[in-house]
T-cell receptor, first 111, second 119 residues
Framework: LAKTTQPISMDSYEGQEVNITCSHNNIATNDYITWYQQFPSQGPRFIIQGYKTKVTNEVASLFIPADRKSSTLSLPRVSLSDTAVYYCLVGRSGGYQKVTFGTGTKLQVIP | GAGVSQSPSNKVTEKGKDVELRCDPISGHTALYWYRQSLGQGLEFLIYFQGNSAPDKSGLPSDRFSAERTGGSVSTLTIQRTQQEDSAVYLC?????????????????FGAGSRLTVL
């Protein structure tokens, strides 16, 4: 699995857009980028997945440049309830594989 | 079921006792994962089951830990002779996996976890 690097923590005020960048220099051709969100005392939950360019859903957007060596999770107009740990994972398409999580980015939204 | 179900949600035990934690994955999900998360820490991979293949046990921290998955569905994580450092939340996740007609990497659905406290 490609190793990922993301900031340990970030602070943001309510109402602002938050961008969390993840580096994955060794991403392989068949790899997809997946982001999970974990609230305190809960298991992680899937937010968004992408391969290239931009993906948007009702929760977030994912920006992936052409070289795919990084990706940016964008959360529009965050609220206090977006305070959580965000994990970036890189994994290949097809078949099954062991899935490991890094330390994630702890986002603290400030009133 | 509709989601991944784990039991018990909380377990307090005395050092040296054995504990069993259960995970009931989403129906039809052939991959099942166990993770451990200590207070304030990230997710530590423990073991991974894929269909009928031999499980990937590379994350089990010691031979006191074992897991089985019966009938390709329910899984039990067993910790023998528990120690205080085993105190953590144990999370189970299942995945549909990918195959013909589906693209993208595996997306995991997690249960709420089993909080284990060893006194």
């Amino acid at each position: 699995l490609a190793k990922t690097t993301q900031p340990i923590s970030m602070d943001s005020y309510e109402g602002q857009e938050v961008n969390i960048t993840c580096s994955h220099n060794n991403i392989a051709t068949n790899d997809y980028i997946t982001w999970y969100q974990q609230f305190p005392s809960q298991g992680p939950r899937f937010i968004i997945q992408g391969y290239k360019t931009k993906v948007t859903n009702e929760v977030a957007s994912l920006f992936i440049p052409a070289d795919r060596k990084s990706s940016t999770l964008s959360l529009p107009r965050v609220s206090l309830s977006d305070t959580a740990v965000y994990y970036c994972l890189v994994g290949r398409s097809g078949g099954y594989q062991k899935v490991t999580f890094g330390t994630g980015t702890k986002l603290q939204v400030i009133p | 079921g509709a989601g991944v179900s784990q039991s018990p949600s909380n377990k307090v035990t005395e050092k040296g006792k054995d504990v069993e934690l259960r995970c009931d994955p989403i129906s039809g999900h052939t991959a099942l994962y166990w993770y451990r998360q200590s207070l304030g820490q990230g997710l530590e991979f423990l073991i991974y089951f894929q269909g009928n293949s031999a499980p990937d046990k590379s994350g089990l921290p010691s031979d006191r830990f074992s897991a089985e998955r019966t009938g390709g569905s329910v899984s039990t994580l067993t910790i023998q002779r528990t120690q205080q450092e085993d105190s953590a939340v144990y999370l189970c996740a299942s995945s549909l996996g990918t195959g013909r007609g589906r693209s993208g990497a595996n997306v995991l659905t997690f249960g709420a976890g089993s909080r284990l406290t060893v006194l």
